[in-house]
């Protein structure tokens, strides 16, 4: 593997982040799963097909991806190495005999330098893998230049914050704690808003020398848990929030009373609280807010 670029997203994803994002995986994939249909709709992949799968993950949408494309091939592409050995291991055991054989395959790297072959896809696809580039312009055109003429690209990235209701959520929790407000969030650079305005998306791809470049708004209600505790649970292993965790104690190192709650008590009562609200009988769901986007290489 080339080294990465993406020198930040690379340290989390092959670290705790990424080992917690594998080790729960099934968990991860039901927030996301909503999306899956919409994607693969407007990826249109046929069964000769040749896909690429941008940011995979642990692979459900490769799998989802090689179902389509029952006679061609598909590449997984991530950050990660939790996450990409789970993708192995998951895709193995799903369909070992196109596993043997690599035409379900992954690989570790960085999309904005990763040396993918030219013109060697049909289809490059990605469920919210996108959107952490340090240079987007950089990632989609090495992207594009993987496509073959005619060669469709279709991913979801996240869209209004306002809309999505476990932002919502996040903020009431912290909000409940006694900490400083978080810095305000760059207009530009990597991030999960980066490409939630669709002139950003237009442009970025507009850049990378893609064509027929389309938005549509789309929308999921996540599973994130049977109930509030399930879900704080959860949340607590993902990095935001053990972040919140040790600001707690640090900022309170030497002034608590000796059995007082931990950071990470206080922040799974924050959650459970702000969480408790979204409950319903077929589990706590939330909304999230996305936009589908669609575009043809030249």
Known sequence: ????????????????????????????????????????????????DRVLDIGCGTGQTTRLAAEAAAHGSVLGLDLSAPMLARARALAADHDPERTATGRIAFEQGDAQIHPLPAAAFDVAISRFGIMFFDDPTAAFANIARALRPGGRLAFVCVADPARTEWVGVLDEARAALPLPPPPAAPHDGPGMFSLADPAVIHRVLDAAALTDIRTEPVEAHAHFGRDAADA???????????????????????????????????????????????????????????????????
């Open 1 to 48: 593997m080339r080294t990465p670029v993406n020198t930040a997203q690379s340290q989390a994803w092959n670290g705790d982040e990424g080992q917690y994002w594998s080790d729960r995986h099934d968990r991860w994939n039901a927030v996301n799963e909503g999306f899956n249909r919409p994607l693969l709709a407007a990826a249109a992949i046929t069964p000769a």
């Open 232 to 298: 704080a649970d959860h949340l607590l292993g993902a990095g935001p929030m053990r972040d919140l965790a040790e600001q707690l104690d640090r900022a309170e190192a030497g002034a608590t009373a000796p059995g007082a709650p931990s950071g990470t008590d206080r922040v799974r009562a924050a959650l459970t609280a702000a969480l408790a609200p979204h409950e319903r009988p077929d589990g706590l769901r939330l909304r999230t807010c996305a936009w589908l986007v669609t575009a043809t290489r030249p």
